[in-house]
């Protein structure tokens, strides 16, 4: 009997079958089969999954689509997953999983424990999933937090779908904004000896930059202390970039988040030649060209709307130029089969111009996705606060960390679409009712374990537990319910949506509280998980280890923690 991985490439083979079987038998014409397009029926009543293949062959047959579900379905295989098929208007072929099949399920999830087998979708391929990458020049805010528990929610499901990923954050340590970064550290730094010396007019005004001075004084003295007047020393700057990026690692620990690499912009132009060797295949290929003293890449003979200047007439690179060669090396010298930069909606500009320079390079463009989300608002009391680095003011997502804590900014974040704005409440995230979302998943959870507790206690445990006992209502659409995970990681990791993992994870909740509550109504002593019936109870316990098994695979894939108590 298959198993969830399969169930749905199950169905489609015996549709399929059924197709062949009636065309060899007359009664459909021998037409091309448009894959047999199962899919999730939004009523379940009709059935578990529905084909609509008919009605994609009614043209290419001149049949009503009525007839030919009919016809599929009369020729539908026996198998023992399913129950006999059922068709409906226009043109469905609804199909229900046997309870049989459902409950064989409850033993897939426990064997496979936290563990569970993965798909193939991303087998033997390289994956890479880059994401926050904010500049080191100030602490993260809560926009880089949305950033975050969107890039690692999806390596994790890309994880779950076979490919190997690693988690990447690129390192901006080059460039304009360092030095204004630079300049504005060695002001505050003056500042700490007595010196009258004003923030540079593109520095960083927030009071952090004076916490950062002060531990470079801490450390360093008066090292970096030149004459009045003197431009900023060449190596205080270096040194502030890797005091923000140790900052800024250790508050993404706090938030859940650890990085297989940390690529610092800066290693580039090093000795292993990557900028030298992307400007090169572009030079060999004639899209550089030099105007005004400055060198243009040439997109618009590729489709761009306008070129754009790699290399200033200073000599300076673009941060253009430093992307190219970035994405050369992911694709061409690392050898990633599929890359997802996850960047805040004010990137969406360089999109297509990205693109068009990763095929320049002789890599696949179609193989880069550029995941935008759009800009987060706290809210409390009404009011709205939009983030801003550069004015100084703004809430980090340490302070959000301290407030709401990471489990329940996580799961806000990743509640709404990336493309969204987002209004972040304060005060729901905090709220110990089932009004909170993540307290009513995580509450699950803790009833969950707190019924495989309850059962110790007694002496019982799941061990051995009949499942072909689970017949009740409640049991079977927790299982269902159950099943649906493979179905969800597979969707986030094709369309890269991250927002169908707590929704999911709410829905699967909701199973279980169903199922519970369900028992605890109706004042039938038979009718809940414990009773005096030993081989109901282990039944019963076997379906309740596998839910927490499910549901605390979705919560540690959103990064989440699946506590016990509550």
Not at 349 to 356: F, I, N, Y
Request: hydrophobic share 40%; aromatic share 8%; net charge negative.
């Amino acid at each position: 009997m298959p198993d969830t991985r399969t169930i749905r490439s199950h169905l489609e083979s015996l549709v399929e079958a059924a197709v062949r079987a009636a065309v060899a038998s007359g009664e459909l014409p021998d037409v091309a089969i448009p894959g047999a397009a199962i899919e999730r029926p939004k009523d379940m009543a009709n059935g578990d999954f529905a084909s609509t293949l008919p009605l994609r062959l009614a043209r290419a047959a001149m049949k009503p689509p009525l007839d030919i579900a009919q016809t599929i379905a009369s020729h539908l295989p026996a198998d023992p997953a399913i129950e006999a098929p059922n068709v409906a208007p226009p043109g469905f072929i609804n199909l229900r999983l046997s309870p049989a099949f459902l409950q064989s399920q409850v033993e897939h999830i426990i064997t496979a424990g936290a563990g569970d087998p993965r798909l193939t979708l991303g087998a033997g391929k390289k994956a890479q999933v880059e994401f926050v990458s904010a500049n080191p020049t100030g602490p993260l805010h809560v926009g880089n937090g949305r950033g975050a528990a969107i890039g690692d929610a999806l390596a994790a499901a890309l994880e779950a779908a076979g490919y190997d990923v690693e988690r990447e954050y690129y390192v901006n340590d080059a460039g304009t904004q360092t030095n204004y970064f630079a300049d504005t550290l060695y002001a505050r730094y003056q500042q700490l000896f007595g010196r009258d010396v004003e923030i540079p007019k593109d520095g960083y005004p927030g009071d952090y930059m004076i916490g950062i001075a002060r531990q470079v004084k801490d450390e360093a003295g008066d090292s970096f202390l030149l004459e009045e007047g003197e431009p900023t020393p060449t190596d205080l700057g270096a040194l502030g970039i890797e005091y923000m990026v140790r900052n800024i690692r250790a508050t993404l620990e706090r938030f859940g988040v650890r990085y297989d690499r940390w690529y610092s912009e800066k290693s580039l132009y090093d000795d292993e030649g990557r900028y030298d060797e992307a400007m090169g295949i572009l030079r060999q290929s004639g899209t550089l060209a030099e105007r005004e003293g400055a060198l243009w890449f040439t997109s618009s003979d590729l489709g761009e709307d306008k070129d754009n200047v790699v290399v200033r007439s200073d000599g300076r690179p673009t941060y253009y130029a430093s992307d190219i060669a970035y994405h050369y090396d992911k694709f061409v010298r690392r050898g990633f089969d599929l890359v997802i930069d996850v960047w805040g909606a004010d990137h969406h500009g360089h999109v297509s111009r990205l693109k068009t320079a990763v095929k320049a390079v002789g890599a696949d463009p179609n193989a880069l996705h550029v995941l935008l989300y759009q800009l987060v608002f706290l809210k409390r009391g009404g009011d709205a606060v939009k983030i801003a680095k550069r004015s100084g003011e703004f809430v980090t997502l340490d302070e959000l960390i301290n407030d709401v804590g990471a489990d329940a900014a996580r799961f806000f974040f990743l509640l709404r679409s990336p493309g969204a704005q987002m209004d972040f409440d304060l005060d729901l995230a905090v709220t110990q009712s089932s009004e909170n979302p993540v307290f009513y998943v995580q509450y699950a959870h803790a009833r969950l374990c707190s019924i495989l507790e309850r059962a110790a206690e007694q002496g019982l445990t799941p061990d051995g537990g009949d499942v072909s006992l689970l017949n009740h209502p409640s049991e079977l659409a927790l299982i269902r319910e159950m099943m649906r995970l493979t179905d969800v990681i597979e969707v986030v990791a094709t369309s890269l949506e991250p927002q169908q993992l707590p929704h999911y994870a709410m829905s699967l909740a909701n199973a279980f509280h169903a199922f519970n509550d369900a028992f605890k109504q109706a004042n039938d002593p038979s009718l809940k998980v414990i009773t005096e019936d030993v081989g109901m109870t282990k039944a019963r316990l076997r379906l309740v280890l596998a839910a927490r098994i499910a549901l605390a695979r979705v919560l540690t894939m959103m990064g989440m923690t699946a506590p016990e108590r509550m």
